[in-house]
Nanobody, 127 residues
Framework: QSVEPGGHSVQPGGSLRLSCTVS????????IGWFRQAPGKEREGLSC????????YYTDSIKGRFTISRDNAKNTAYLQMNSLKPEDKAVYYC??????????????????????WGPGIQVTVAS
């Protein structure tokens, strides 16, 4: 795998940070996104950030709770998730694209057009 995330389970109201480190190519000029797929639902784009980091995109359901960031020196992207809710339970994916320059466009694009996907990681929000 060229993109590797990490994560843990958490209680409702808690926080969790997902990280995604790329080991095989530079993220300097890439747009990075976080997606999730809940049971029985389609994969949705949560947040994406372009190489300029200007105007990261957030889908409505996570605005004000989740924050995307990137550290190009570490070739890593992060998703800080606060005030987690049971409905945030899903498999989370990070993704990297070298052709999208607009964060929102990457987040709403079909999965098959995005260059690289990390392995999914289960996030559980439960008491």
């Amino acid at each position: 795998q060229s993109v590797e995330p990490g994560g843990h389970s958490v209680q409702p109201g808690g926080s969790l940070r997902l990280s995604c480190t790329v080991s095989t190519f530079s993220l300097d000029h890439a747009t990075i996104g976080w997606f999730r797929q809940a049971p029985g639902k389609e994969r949705e784009g949560l947040s994406c950030i372009s190489s300029t980091t200007i105007n990261p995109y957030y889908t409505d359901s996570i605005k004000g709770r989740f924050t995307i960031s990137r550290d190009n020196a570490k070739n890593t992207a992060y998703l800080q998730m606060n005030s987690l809710k049971p409905e945030d339970k899903a498999v989370y994916y990070c993704a990297v694209d070298l052709h999208f320059f607009d964060a929102k466009r990457m987040c709403v694009a079909p999965s098959e057009v995005i260059d690289y996907w990390g392995p999914g990681i289960q996030v559980t929000v439960a008491s």
